[in-house]
């Protein structure tokens, strides 16, 4: 009985296929990238196989698929409120928010496998919980193509960058238009990484590098976390990728029309994944493979980048935690904040680049001089990098500000991202500084579904405001502290008003009749010799406009009780 009871089990054995574990880019041998739902079935089957892993779909996408995270974790517990406890630190890897680059989607897959499948690479990721958006913009991985990618070295087919709605996910995380993005903000709120990674692939000029990386800009990131990332974490990376034979160089961004001209950092601002990250104190970085080198070649680069990441962070772990308590502290101490930033082009270094020569020859098509790069001709030489950011425009931060209920697209995204509202008991008159919008500037074409606004000026007003029951006060005592204040001060480069998303105020909604106002003029001038002084003034100092009786009646309207009060004047209060 025994004996046939050990004969039926080795049958099974013996006739139970071996999984296979081989993804689709390595069946293709390095030419095909994986399809949302290869990618998603790959995970599915890792989740069933491992308890370390597990695949957690979360809210939905514009394309009406849920945005899955993948959960790795040694301990075997997915929870994140219960992990934030532990002492562990929490990367997360985001992949395919283009999906014309999908270096990050393979390379992950094979990741999470090598990591439970070989005891080795398990050690990196003691101290680390790993979290993995397999693929973000569903909707552009599910409109494969061959050819939007025009001048990209594979694979054979690819998504598209345009999501679901046409828009472009990296510009989205503060005005969150996509469904793609609430779910994100969901994801990172919920598990609050420590670092962030997001897997990407360069256009533009050829050099030898096969990786490029973008920091989070130091000068915009918290002090503490800037010390660690540039003495530390960096170092490190920049140091076991070139032992790993992909030497790294800044994302190339020219300062004149090729690479040796020198190069200028990124500025990340908000609407940008890592910008965003930023906000609330979690480093960021962004690959960007070179799009001329062949695909498996790409996959190695972002493969070992992200193998690199998990054991530094790993081994630096306590270090890093340290940097990041110390940030959240900072931020909920600090007065000031910066709004806008500029490159500040009289801080430079070198930089060790690997290039091709650029040259110029007479181009088949316009007949003209064109340039190329001529590999024949390769390059080691140091060239400028400019990498240091000055802040232009900073405000002091309220004790609260009062968000009216009316605004409740504005209310949603601070409830997303965790922002701690308190709604008022009764309607009520406040003691609050006002602004008004003196000037602002506008986009003359969309730009990722909005007229984005740009270059405002503010007045300031101290004014007892009307408010009414259920608005929302929002004190500047909390972790969201810096999202607050970039996004709700107008004047910031990617505030909720430059979105457009208070546009209404600046439309004004009465008038007057010329002949009715003409007696009411002349009236409110006899009544308030001010205004006549004001006027006259004006008049002498706008000789040209002065000529025009229409404008003369204008100027005084506006100076006068008839004037709407709410004409670009800002709705959200600032309590000092
Ligand atoms: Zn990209």
Redesign the pocket.
């Known amino acids: 009985m025994t004996l046939l009871f050990l004969q039926v089990l080795l049958s099974i054995i013996a006739s139970t296929p071996q999984t296979d574990w081989l993804t689709p880019y390595e069946k293709s041998k390095g030419h095909e990238t994986a399809t949302y739902q290869e990618c998603i079935a790959y995970y599915q089957k890792l989740d069933e196989a491992y308890d370390e892993v597990k695949l957690v779909p979360y809210g939905l996408t514009d394309a009406g698929k849920p945005l899955h995270l993948v959960v790795v974790n040694l301990d075997k517990d997915f929870d994140p409120v219960a992990i934030r406890q532990k002492n562990k630190r929490i990367l997360l890897v985001q992949n395919g928010?283009?999906p014309g680059?999908p270096e990050g989607i393979d390379a992950s897959m094979m990741l999470v496998r090598d990591f439970m499948q070989k005891k080795t690479q398990r050690a990196a990721l003691q101290n680390i919980v790993l979290l993995i958006i397999p693929v973000y913009n569903v909707g552009g991985a599910l409109n494969r193509n061959t050819a939007t990618r025009t001048n990209q070295n594979g694979p054979a087919s690819y998504g598209f960058r345009g999501n679901a709605r046409n828009l472009d996910l990296?510009r989205d995380y503060i005005k969150a238009d996509s469904r793609n993005a609430r779910t994100f903000t969901q994801i990172f709120q919920e598990w609050q990484p420590d670092i962030f990674l997001d897997n990407?692939?360069s256009n533009g000029a050829d050099y030898q590098h096969v990786m490029t990386l973008i920091a989070t800009q130091k000068d915009k990131l918290n002090s503490y976390l800037s010390r660690y990332l540039t003495q530390n974490l960096l170092p490190s990376l920049q140091a076991a990728m070139t032992k790993q034979k992909f030497p790294m160089a800044p994302y190339v961004d020219s300062k004149g029309k090729t690479p040796d001209t020198g190069l200028i950092g990124f500025l990340d601002s908000p609407r940008y994944s890592s910008g965003y990250t930023t906000l609330f104190n979690t480093i960021g970085f962004i690959t960007e493979t070179h799009m001329l080198k062949p695909f498996d070649q790409r996959v190695k680069a972002t493969y070992a980048f992200m193998e690199i990441l998990l054991k530094t962070i790993n081994q630096e772990a306590s270090l890093l935690a340290s940097a990041r308590a110390q940030a959240k502290q900072d931020v909920l101490d600090q007065k000031n904040f910066f709004l806008n930033w500029v490159l500040d082009t009289t801080q430079v270094s070198q930089i060790p680049f690997r290039g091709y020569t650029a040259k110029y020859k007479a181009s088949e098509v316009s007949g003209q001089s064109r340039l190329y790069y001529d590999r024949k001709a390769p390059y080691v030489k140091n060239i400028p990098y400019y990498n240091t950011f000055k802040p232009t425009t900073s405000v002091t931060k309220p004790r609260a500000y009062v968000v009216p209920q009316a605004w409740g697209e504005v209310i949603t995204r601070l409830q997303l991202n965790n922002v701690q509202l308190q709604s008022l008991p009764h309607d009520t008159m406040l003691a609050a500084e006002i602004y008004y919008i003196t000037d602002y500037k506008t986009g003359q074409r969309p730009y990722e579904g909005h007229y984005l606004h740009n270059s405002v000026t503010v007045r300031r007003e101290k004014q007892e405001v009307r408010f009414f029951k259920g608005d929302y006060l929002v004190y500047l005592n909390q972790p969201a502290n810096r999202y607050l204040v970039e996004t709700l001060e107008p004047q910031g480069l990617d505030s909720f008003f430059n979105w457009g998303f208070f546009d209404s105020i600046l439309q004004q909604k009465e008038y007057f009749s010329d002949y009715v106002f003409e007696d009411l003029a002349a009236a409110l001038l006899q009544k308030y010799p001010q205004l006549r002084q004001e006027f006259e003034a004006w008049k002498k100092n706008n000789p040209e406009q002065a000529q025009s009786a229409q404008a003369q009646l204008d100027f005084i309207y506006r100076h006068s009780p008839h004037y709407e009060p709410s004409h670009l004047r800002y709705p959200i209060a600032r309590i000092l």
């Open positions: 928010i283009h680059e990296n990407h692939t």
